[in-house]
């Protein structure tokens, strides 16, 4: 039995030992652990489906080298080779697809995403881009069927926003949003340009996995929460009321405001779910920058300060510098279509890892 064969029916054990422990009265009481199976389970579906027909293939191999070996009938034994050759290329093909699958997974690729756009240098057409990039991963999540929630915003003098952070919840939503996080640039004449000159300004995105509950232990002895009036323009209350809240983690310092909502409840919600994720995030962050040290394309580390994109309005040209992809369809790009850039990024990371893992 060949090493790969080997280790998939390792995995199909382990997949049938989940099915089987999924129905025991201890685990179902257990509800962390029980959703920990759940997603083991889930995640193992696909490699457990590529085992079966890699062996079903293997078998067929087998049985064509018999004919081939045993069959004194020219025509049988011409129809066995043919079908031979078409199961070894099969065979490789499979394997090197399987290799891909057996890729140590991030944990956090099928969690929802918290992402943050903030207005970089540029001023107001830096404000005005951020909001360019909103829309387009709004565009983006229309089409994924996806689902955006906004926790925050603060809107620019002349349109855009300085900062907006949101929620995008769906299937395997961070795997594929964390190629965006990095400093976007975007090189364009502004509406506030009267010369007509081409300017260069930036956003940063910073894209985070959801943390939920079972992620983070939040104490309430390490909560200090404050309410305060909501505020408008100006400074001045817009309601009466004591909805707006402000949480202090005191361990760590972490500061969240939220007023977005009439409801201090919901503001209360809200600030909860971004202090969990920025909590996580503290965690997760040595993981991402071991990544960084190992891997050239720097490709979903979540390194902030890397410029990973720039938009040329004039050449109608949008370019990917983590792994130098130029593409003239900018109108396109902007409109949400960047599934095909993030598939390229996705494939180079692959290309890396399994340099890494030979």
């Not at 652990?33 to 079903?56: G, H, S």
């Not at 040595?286 to 190992?294: E, G, P, Q, R, V």
């Amino acid at each position: 039995m060949n090493d790969l064969l080997e280790k998939l029916e390792e995995i199909h054990k382990r997949w049938l030992q989940i099915a089987e422990d999924l129905t025991k009265p201890d685990i179902m009481s257990d509800m962390k652990r029980y959703i920990k199976l759940q997603k083991d389970y889930k995640d193992l579906e696909p490699v457990v489906e590529a085992y079966k027909k890699y062996k079903n293939t293997i078998d067929n191999i087998a049985s064509a080298k018999e004919v081939l070996q045993n069959e004194k009938d020219e025509d049988f034994r011409a129809m066995a080779k043919e079908e031979l050759e078409q199961l070894t290329a099969d065979k490789e093909k499979m394997e090197e697809d399987i290799r891909l699958l057996l890729l140590p997974q991030d944990p956090q690729d099928s969690k929802n995403a918290q992402v943050e756009i903030r207005a970089g240098t540029g001023g107001d057409e830096a404000s005005i881009f951020a909001g360019d990039l909103f829309r387009m991963y709004q565009h983006y999540c229309d089409k994924k069927g996806w689902k955006i929630d906004v926790i925050s915003m603060t809107e620019g003098t002349m349109g855009g926003y300085k900062e907006i952070v949101f929620t995008i919840s769906g299937e395997g939503v961070y795997g594929l949003m964390k190629y965006e996080s990095g400093v976007h640039r975007v090189q364009r004449v502004p509406q506030t340009e009267s010369q007509g000159r081409v300017h260069t300004s930036a956003a940063s995105v910073v894209v985070l996995p959801e943390a939920d509950e079972f992620d983070v232990e939040l104490r309430e002895c390490d909560i200090r929460k404050d309410t305060y009036c909501s505020s408008g323009p100006g400074g001045q209350c817009v309601n009466t009321t004591y909805s707006a809240v402000r949480l202090t983690h005191i361990p760590t310092g972490i500061v969240v405001a939220m007023q977005d909502e009439r409801s201090q409840l919901k503001n209360l919600d809200k600030a909860m779910s971004v202090l969990r994720t920025r909590l996580f995030e503290l965690e997760y962050k040595k993981y991402l920058d071991d990544i960084a040290s190992k891997r050239k394309t720097m490709v979903s580390t979540g390194d902030r300060s890397a410029k990973i994109r720039t938009y040329n309005y004039p050449q109608n040209r949008v370019t990917d510098h983590r792994i130098n992809l130029t593409m003239y369809n900018l109108i396109g790009f902007m409109d949400g279509d960047i599934q095909d850039t993030i598939e390229a990024l996705q494939v180079a990371e692959n290309a890396e890892r399994l340099k890494e893992d030979i």
